[in-house]
């Protein structure tokens, strides 16, 4: 009952930068932290960063100091601010959100994902 929708993706220069921004929609309220992971080509899915609802953040230790996230409470709207863009960042990046209140356990929701791509 959480929908999640990303966009600012797209191609960049090595150096570049790009904005991903994820709108919550629907039961939100139940929501607790908020994410961002990416998937390259024959590569698992990684955390990049996630934040809570509080605004804890925590980043990837591989884009530490480039990307940074945060969000709009208001606007129930994160954000992936991603500078300093390398070619190995190239991947679709995938917003999530957590549900921890749960007595069952944690559950993800996820959105459709954004391609970024980095090449000259």
């Known amino acids: 009952q959480v929908q999640l929708v990303e966009s600012g993706g797209g191609l960049v220069q090595p150096g570049g930068f790009l904005r991903l921004s994820c709108a919550a929609s629907g039961s939100i309220g139940s929501i607790n932290a908020m994410a961002w992971y990416r998937q390259a080509p024959g590569k698992e899915r990684e955390l990049v960063a996630a934040?809570?609802?509080?605004?804890?953040?925590n980043i990837a230790d591989s884009v530490k100091g480039r990307f940074t996230i945060s969000r709009d409470n208001a606007k129930n709207t994160v954000y992936l601010q991603m500078n300093s863009l390398k070619p190995e960042d190239t991947a679709v990046y995938y917003c999530?959100?957590?549900?921890?209140?749960?007595?069952?356990?944690?559950?993800?929701?996820w959105g459709q994902g954004t391609q970024v791509t980095v090449s000259s």
């Open positions: 934040i809570t609802r509080g605004g804890t953040t």
């Open positions: 999530n959100a957590r549900d921890t209140v749960r007595a069952l356990g944690p559950y993800d929701y």
